[in-house]
């Protein structure tokens, strides 16, 4: 796979966030806050198994595995107070979730920067999206070694 | 004036008790002709997951803040947000946010610095209005426009730039970042990397009390007595002083402004809103680490 490019996942979901109005963006955003599943309960019961994710402005965590099949699956864990850090999430899981590693692998860092948020959403926000998806593909590339 | 103040006991020990409003307060004036409420919120999508009914949302970072240079928007920008708003030169703006209040402060300070004549804090903000049990709307409401006149930005009384605050050191300076902030062991909030500047410590002179600690575990300021203990007696502050706080971006040091100005009546405290990310990055600004002022 070429690096740079997005998955078609990815790639609608950016068609989607860019083909509407600035202000319609937040509203798309906060529909990726409410889809984003609740953790299961061998995480939800043992949040020790998780990865903090400290770049972003309110508290996240997120596990990360890679099954025999080399599909990833993803979980977060970011709280209702903190909309714009689960928007994120939910992006990274719609997005990647059951997706094969090496698609996972080739997502570009600053793919964020295809959504039309930069307007919207302060970089520093921005940056804890990079930074989840900075630690899902560090991780991804740890339990494949 | 059009809105009446609100007259809770608490508020009345406060230097200007109009500056605050309560929960129960605006519950009761919620519809009150001439009264617009405003959210401004540390996360940028709060407001869109449900906010008191009938209030409009103030961004600190696409509203108030000049999209090319590090500045806030002038007179016409400031006008023109305001009428889009349906805030009124002579509306009675009520601010309130996440976080105790640390936006909602924020976007006072700036209001104030363009004379807007009556805009008051929610004592408690968002988490206590939500903790009482109180309504949430996620209707946006469409106000009519208003013509807000243009007023420029007067940054004389209570802002503070960089030239400012050198001939200010040896003076009563507060900086109200974490510990760990002031001493230079982080260089950034906690929590918050890559806000940061290239040197770690504080302002010579400057003494640490972290924004925080004026507030309550209910978001609401502490009563003026804890206020005075912590900066009169604590601190060694005095009413009379000329005093800067500072942050890191003027955020969380517009609270403190708000405590010390209009809580416990300081003639004349300046934010300087450029703050650490300015001070720790400029070439020779003289800078202190560790837990010494």
Redesign the interface.
């Known amino acids: 796979m070429t690096t740079g490019t997005l998955n078609p996942r990815l790639q609608e979901i950016a068609e989607d966030f860019s083909s509407v109005p600035a202000k319609d963006r937040l509203q798309l955003l906060l529909e990726f806050a409410e889809e984003l599943p609740p953790l299961p309960a061998k995480y939800a019961d043992h949040r020790d198994l998780l990865e903090p994710v400290p770049e972003c402005q309110s508290p996240l965590f997120l596990a990360v595995e890679v099954d025999g099949g080399d599909a990833v699956h993803l979980f977060f864990d970011a709280p209702r107070e903190a909309p714009t850090t689960r928007g994120f999430a939910g992006i990274l899981h719609a997005g990647l979730d059951g997706l094969d590693a090496d698609e996972v692998l080739a997502t570009p860092g600053e793919f964020s920067s295809q959504l039309g948020l930069s307007d919207l959403v302060s970089p520093l926000r921005l940056r804890g999206l990079a930074a989840m998806l900075a630690r899902i593909k560090r991780q991804v590339r740890e339990q494949r070694a | 004036m059009a809105v009446p103040f609100d007259s809770a006991p608490k508020f009345q020990d406060y230097a200007r008790p109009q500056m605050l409003v309560s929960t129960d307060w605006l519950a009761e004036h919620l519809d009150d002709p001439g009264l617009v409420v405003a959210e401004s919120d540390?996360?940028?999508?709060?407001y869109?997951?449900g906010h008191i009914p009938g209030a409009v949302k103030l961004d600190w970072?696409?509203e108030l803040n000049d999209?090319v240079t590090r500045d806030y928007v002038d007179g016409a920008g400031f006008a023109r947000l305001m009428s889009e708003k349906g805030i009124g030169r002579d509306t009675t703006l009520i601010l309130y946010g996440?976080r105790n209040n640390w936006w909602a402060a924020y976007a006072l300070w700036v209001c104030t610095l363009f004379g807007h004549p009556d805009v008051r804090l929610l004592d408690g903000g968002r988490a206590k209005w939500i903790a009482e049990g109180r309504p949430l709307s996620t209707d946006v409401p469409q106000r009519p426009h208003t013509d807000y006149p243009v007023v420029e930005r007067d940054d004389t009384e209570f802002r503070a730039f960089r030239e400012q605050v050198a001939a200010h050191l040896g003076a009563p300076m507060i900086d109200v970042r974490s510990p760990g902030e002031y001493t230079g062991e982080l260089l950034h909030m906690p929590?918050?990397?890559?806000?940061g500047a290239l040197r770690g410590g504080h302002i010579p002179g400057a003494r640490n009390v972290p924004w925080a600690r004026a507030a309550a575990e209910d978001a609401t300021f502490r009563a003026r007595k804890e206020l005075e203990a912590i900066y009169q007696d604590e601190v060694g502050l005095r009413p009379d002083d000329d005093v800067v706080v500072y942050c890191r971006i003027g955020e969380r040091s517009s609270h403190t402004w708000f405590v010390l100005h209009h809580l416990l009546g300081y003639g004349r405290v300046r934010n300087y809103d450029g703050s650490w990310t300015e001070w720790g990055n400029s070439v020779r600004a003289p800078i202190r680490r560790g837990e010494t002022p």
């Open positions: 540390e996360d940028v999508l709060l869109e997951t970072h696409t999209p996440d929590d918050y990397p890559q806000e």
